[in-house]
């Protein structure tokens, strides 16, 4: 079994599973890039691997800036992201925020129109694998998902492989390297 097919024992993902496994940053940049109208839900474990040179809230909000995404914060990390000065971020709650993303005629946060690329980072495996089930499941039709978390998420439309924490913070400064131009 290859390393990007782990998971939790005795879970089974369905007969649906990652659609791509993106093992190159410029994929994930033109995944991103590509979204007419993207949500970034960050959990409260964003920051779990920060260090010197790098800040995973600024990261974030620098994606976010970039290809003027919404970021729903759903912990107590909200606090930081507005320090950021970034006008674009929400706070609600992750049940709730996936239950909205499975009705197909939320307008998003702001009313204008729902969205059609969510990357979701920060977030435990298991409740991850649980929210992405349930959009993958109830709103496959109009939305797509991306975990930027590093390890293989199988009910993720797009997915990274798992990665040791050096080599995933690398890929997420590229990523945002080539976003930026």
Do not use: C
């Not at 410029?26 to 949500?39: G, N, Q, S, T, Y």
């Not at 790098?54 to 620098?62: A, H, V, Y």
Request: proline content about 5%; hydrophobic content about 40%; cysteine-free.
């Amino acid at each position: 079994m290859s390393k990007e097919l782990t998971g939790q024992i005795a879970e089974i993902p369905g007969p649906i599973k990652a659609l791509v496994v993106i093992k190159e940053p410029k994929v994930a940049a033109a995944i991103i890039k590509k979204a007419k109208r993207p949500l970034i839900i960050v959990g409260d474990l964003a920051t779990k691997y920060d260090e010197k040179g790098f800040d995973s809230i600024s990261l974030i909000t620098e994606v976010g800036k970039a290809v003027n995404a919404h970021i729903n914060v759903t912990g107590p990390l909200i606090r930081k992201f507005r320090e950021t000065g970034y006008d674009k971020v929400y706070f609600m709650s992750a049940p709730e925020v996936v239950d909205r993303l499975r009705d197909e005629s939320w307008k998003g946060h702001d009313g204008n129109g729902g969205y059609d690329l969510v990357i979701f980072i920060g977030f435990r495996y298991y409740y991850a694998w649980l929210m992405l089930n349930g959009l993958k499941h109830y709103a496959f039709k109009w939305l797509k998902t991306m975990s930027l978390d590093p390890y293989y998420q199988p009910n993720a439309t797009y997915t990274l492989p798992t990665m040791k924490i050096g080599e995933w913070r690398e890929f997420i400064k590229k990523i945002l390297n080539i976003i930026k131009g």
